[in-house]
C-alpha cells in the first residue's frame, strides 16, 4: 500500500469520530446520538467501515461489491426507519462528501506533496464509486420511508423530491407505481381562503387526485404560511415543449426567432390530464381558486414551479363549476407585467376604482371578456337582456373613458378585471 493509503488507514478511526461529531453538531436529527451510546457506536461503525472498504478498493481501483452496496442500503433504510427526513439526508450525504475530500486533502499535505499518482487514483475511484454508493444509499433510505409512510405521504414526498431535485424522486417513484418521464406540467392551484375545511381535509384530497390520476400531488409543497395562500401542486408528464426553431436564439429565458418574435417557453395548450384533475379539485373545494400551469424538464422543475405560482397568484379566482382551468403564461403576462410595476398597478386601480358607480359593471366586463365579446352568450350567462349589456358597456366607456371592445379598452379593461378578481388588490 503506498504512502497516501497508509496515512488514510492511520486516520480512519479519527476521521470517523469527527464525522460523526460534525452530523451530531450540524444536524438536529443526530443530536440524539450524544443521549444514545447505541446509535452513537453504530453511526462511528458504519463511519469506519466506509473509509476502510475505500482504503482497500481504491488502490487497485476495484468497485464496491453487491454485499458492499447492500450494507450501504441498509443503512440508509435504518436511518429513514428512525425517522430521519429527507432534508436532513440530503445534509449527510453532502457532509459526507465533503469530509472525505477534506480527509483525502489533508493526508495529501500530510505527505508534503508526494504521492500525486496515487491522489489522481483515489479520485478516479471516488467519484464514480461514490455515486453507486449514493445510489444504494437513496434507494435503502426510499424502501424504509415506504414502510414508514402511508400513501399519501409517500406521493407528496415524490412531489417535493422531484420539485427539489433530489435523486430519492426515482426510488419513491418506483415504490408508489409512476413513471419518472423527461418533463412535467408543474400545476399550482391557489387557495387563497383555505376555510374551515382544513389543511388535512386538503391533503386527503390531494391523495385521492394522486390515486385518481396516477401523478404525484402535494398540498402546499412548502409549509402553507400561517392565514396565508394554500396551494395544491400536481406534476403531470408531458411531452418535451418544441426545440428552438432554426436560426433561434435565448432571450430572457425564452426563445427569440431572427425576426424577434419571442417563441413562448410554455406551450399555450394545456393537457387534458391537467384540465380534469384542476377541475376535480376545483369542484371538490367549493370555494374560490385559481390555477397555474408551466412545463419543464425534470432537471428545472423548481423553476417550473415559480412560474405556475406565479401564474396562479395572477389568475383571476373562480368558484366552479364557472371555473374554466389552469392558465398558462399566455394567458396573464399582461398581468405579470403589472404585478411587477407599482406604479402601472396602481393606475390600474384607480381605472377600477371608476366603475364603483355602476351597475355589476366588473361582473359584466368579466362575463363579455370570457365569452370574447360575443353580446348575445355574454347576456346569457349574466341572464340579462342583450340591450341591458350594451347600457352597462356605454356605461364604462362613460366611467372611465374606454370602450370596451376597442382595442385600448380590451388592453386596459381586461387587465384591471384579471387583477380584481385574482384577489392582488384585496
Known amino acids: 500500500m503506498g504512502s497516501l493509503f497508509a496515512e488514510l488507514a492511520r486516520r480512519a478511526s479519527a476521521s470517523a469520530r469527527r464525522e460523526v ?208 395562500d394554500g396551494e395544491l401542486t400536481a406534476l403531470v408528464p408531458v411531452a418535451p415543449v418544441r426545440p428552438p426553431r432554426s436560426g433561434a436564439a435565448a432571450v430572457g429565458g425564452a426563445v427569440s426567432d431572427v425576426s424577434g418574435v419571442p417563441d413562448v417557453p410554455d406551450a399555450p395548450d394545456v393537457p387534458d390530464l391537467v384540465s380534469d384533475l384542476v377541475r376535480d379539485f376545483a369542484a371538490v373545494l367549493g370555494r374560490p381558486c385559481a390555477a397555474g400551469t408551466a412545463a419543464g424538464p425534470r432537471a428545472e422543475l423548481a423553476d417550473a414551479l415559480d412560474r405556475a405560482r406565479r401564474i396562479s397568484r395572477s389568475a383571476p379566482l373562480r368558484r366552479a363549476p364557472a371555473w374554466a382551468g389552469p392558465h398558462t403564461l399566455a394567458d396573464v403576462f399582461v398581468e405579470l407585467a403589472v404585478s411587477d410595476s407599482p406604479s402601472a398597478d396602481d393606475w390600474l386601480r384607480t381605472v377600477a376604482r371608476r366603475l364603483a358607480p355602476g351597475p355589476d359593471l366588473l361582473a359584466t366586463l368579466d362575463a363579455y371578456y370570457r365569452h370574447d365579446m360575443n353580446r348575445a352568450n355574454a347576456a346569457a350567462a349574466l341572464n340579462v337582456h342583450p340591450r341591458t349589456l350594451d347600457y352597462r358597456l356605454r356605461r364604462v366607456r362613460e366611467l372611465t373613458g374606454f370602450a370596451p371592445a376597442s382595442t385600448h379598452g380590451v388592453r386596459v379593461l381586461s387587465s384591471v378585471v384579471a387583477r380584481r378578481l385574482s384577489g392582488a388588490w384585496d
Open 21 to 228: 461529531e460534525t452530523y451530531a453538531r450540524e444536524i438536529p436529527e443526530f443530536g440524539r446520538l450524544d443521549a444514545n451510546p447505541r446509535a452513537r457506536a453504530e453511526a462511528l461503525e458504519y463511519a469506519v467501515w466506509l473509509r476502510r472498504r475505500t482504503i482497500e478498493l481504491s488502490p487497485g481501483s476495484d468497485e464496491l461489491t453487491e454485499a458492499d452496496l447492500g450494507f450501504i442500503a441498509s443503512m440508509g433504510e435504518s436511518r429513514a426507519g428512525t425517522g430521519m427526513s429527507p432534508e436532513s439526508r440530503q445534509r449527510v450525504l453532502r457532509l459526507h462528501t465533503a469530509l472525505m475530500l477534506r480527509e483525502i486533502n489533508e493526508a495529501t499535505d500530510a505527505q508534503r506533496g508526494g504521492g500525486a499518482d496515487e491522489l489522481l487514483r483515489m479520485m478516479g475511484w471516488f467519484a464514480p464509486q461514490g455515486e453507486r454508493g449514493i445510489g444504494a444509499y437513496c434507494a435503502g433510505f426510499a424502501t424504509g420511508l415506504r414502510r414508514r409512510l402511508p400513501y399519501g405521504e409517500q406521493v407528496a414526498l415524490l412531489a417535493r423530491s422531484l420539485l427539489a431535485g433530489d435523486p430519492v424522486a426515482a426510488e419513491l417513484a418506483r415504490g408508489v407505481g409512476m413513471e419518472m418521464p423527461e418533463w412535467y406540467a408543474v400545476t399550482v392551484i391557489r387557495v387563497p381562503d383555505r376555510g374551515p375545511a382544513g389543511e388535512g381535509d386538503l391533503e386527503g384530497e390531494a391523495e385521492a387526485l394522486a390515486k385518481t390520476y396516477q401523478v404525484p400531488v402535494v398540498w402546499c409543497p412548502d409549509p402553507c404560511p400561517p392565514g396565508g
